[in-house]
C-alpha cells in the first residue's frame, strides 16, 4: 500500500502555484495563434464570430491552427483552473501547519505571492475562454471590464497585503531576513505578481472605447506596472549582490531566468497602454518605435536566459531535479521563462517586425521566426507534463526537497 506521502506534491509549497500559473501561461501561447493569424478587423482582439468566420472561410493550414490552438486553450485552461482549485485548498490547510510558520520566518515568506500571481493569471485565463468560445460576448464586453478591473484589483491588494506582512516583518526587525539565502532572483516573485495583476488591469485600455474605462485601465495598470518595477529593481540588485558573494542557490537557480516572463507581461502592459491611449486619447504612435522597444524587450530576455542556463548547466540543475531523484516545486518556474519568450517572440514579429515593414506577413522569414516560438511552446508543453508527472503521479518515490 502507498503512504499517504506518496507524491511530491504531498509535501506542500507555495510555488506549487507556479503549476497553475503555467498551464495559465501555455493558453497564452495557443491565443497568439489566434490572434496574429486570425483576422478582427472590428475589434483588438478576435472573437467567437471572427474564428468561426475564418475556419469555415480559411484554408486546410489556418483551420488546423485554429483546431489546434481552440483544443490547447481548452485543455490547459482546464489544468490552470484544476491546478489553482487544488492549490487554493491546500493552501488553506497548510497555513495552518509548523512549516507555514517556519516557512513565513524565513526568506522564503515572500513565496506565497504566488497566489495572487496565479489568481491573476486564471483571471486572464477565464476572459481568453469567453472570447474564444463564447458567441456575442462582444455585445456586452463593456458591462465586463468595470468586474475584470475589481477582480484585478482585488488581487493586488491580496498581493500588497502578503507583500506587508513580509516586508513589515524584515524591515523592522533586524537580522530576521537572511543575505547569505538571498543569492537567486527568488525574491523577484513579488513584482512579477504585480506586474501580471498590472497587464490584466491594463487590457480593458486596449479593447474599450468608454472613455472612463479606458482611464481607470490606463491610471490603474501604471500604478501597479510602476510598483512592479521598483520592487524589481531593488530585489535584482540585491539578489545580484549576494550571488556575487555566495553563488547561486541551486535549488532556486531558475529565477535567474524570471526576468523573461517579466518583460512579457511588462511589454504587453505597455503595449495595451499605448493602444488605449491612441484609439481612446488621440495619442501618437510609432511602428519603428513599438518595434526597438519589442527588441529592446527580447534581448532582456535572451541575457537573462542565457546567464540561467549557464548556472543551470554548470549546477547539473536538470539531472537533478528534472531527470533525477529529487524532486522541487521551484522547477515549475522553469516553464515561465519558456512560455513568455515565446508570447513575446510573437508580439516582437507580429507587432514589431511585421508592423514596421521589416518582414513580409506569412511570408518564409515570418514562419521561420514564428516556429521559434512554436517550438518553444511545445518544449513547455512537455515540461508541464513531465512536471505534473514526477510531482502529482503515483510513481517511484522520490525525495522532496524544500524550496528556499
Known sequence: ??????????????????????????????????????????????VFEDIAAAFNTGGLAQQAAIAVAMIGIAFFAVLNIKSLIWNLRQYSAYRGTDAYRQLTATNAHSQVLAMPLALAMSVNVG??????????????????????????GAIGVLAFRQLADFLGRVLTKGGVFDVTAHNSFAQLLPGFALSMVAVGF?????????????????????????????????????????MLHYGTAKEAGPTLMIIAPIMTVLGITTLRQDHGMHTTFGAP????????????????????????????????????????????????????????????????????????????????????????????????????????????????????????
Open 1 to 46: 500500500m502507498q503512504s499517504s506521502l506518496s507524491r511530491p506534491a504531498d509535501r506542500y509549497s507555495p510555488l506549487y502555484f507556479l503549476a497553475s500559473l503555467g498551464a495559465g501561461g501555455l493558453v497564452v501561447t495557443f491565443f497568439m495563434y489566434l490572434y496574429f493569424w486570425v483576422q478582427h478587423p472590428a475589434q483588438a482582439v478576435p
Open 127 to 152: 476572459f481568453m475562454l469567453g472570447l474564444v468560445f463564447v458567441p456575442q460576448l462582444w455585445s456586452i464586453v463593456e458591462y465586463l471590464f468595470p468586474f475584470a478591473m475589481i477582480a484585478f
Open 285 to 404: 504612435t510609432n511602428d519603428v518605435e513599438t518595434m526597438l522597444f519589442l527588441t529592446t524587450l527580447f534581448s532582456v530576455q535572451i541575457v537573462f536566459l542565457m546567464l540561467g542556463m549557464l548556472v543551470l548547466r554548470r549546477q547539473g540543475y536538470f539531472r537533478q531535479f528534472l531527470f533525477g531523484t529529487d524532486n522541487s516545486a521551484g522547477a515549475y518556474a522553469l516553464v515561465c521563462p519558456g512560455v513568455g519568450t515565446s508570447v513575446l517572440i510573437q508580439f516582437w514579429l507580429n507587432k514589431g517586425l511585421v508592423g514596421a515593414g521589416m518582414v513580409a506577413k506569412f511570408g518564409a522569414t515570418y514562419w521561420a521566426i514564428a516556429a521559434v516560438a512554436v517550438a518553444l511552446q511545445l518544449a513547455m508543453i512537455w515540461l508541464v507534463l513531465h512536471l505534473n508527472r514526477r510531482h502529482f503521479g503515483h510513481t517511484a518515490i522520490k525525495r522532496a526537497v524544500p524550496a528556499e
Open 202 to 242: 491594463a487590457a480593458p485600455a486596449a479593447m474599450s472605447v468608454n472613455p472612463v474605462t479606458v482611464g481607470i485601465s490606463l491610471i490603474g495598470s501604471v500604478f501597479f506596472a510602476t510598483t512592479s518595477l521598483i520592487y524589481l529593481v531593488i530585489a535584482a540588485i540585491t539578489g545580484f549582490n549576494s
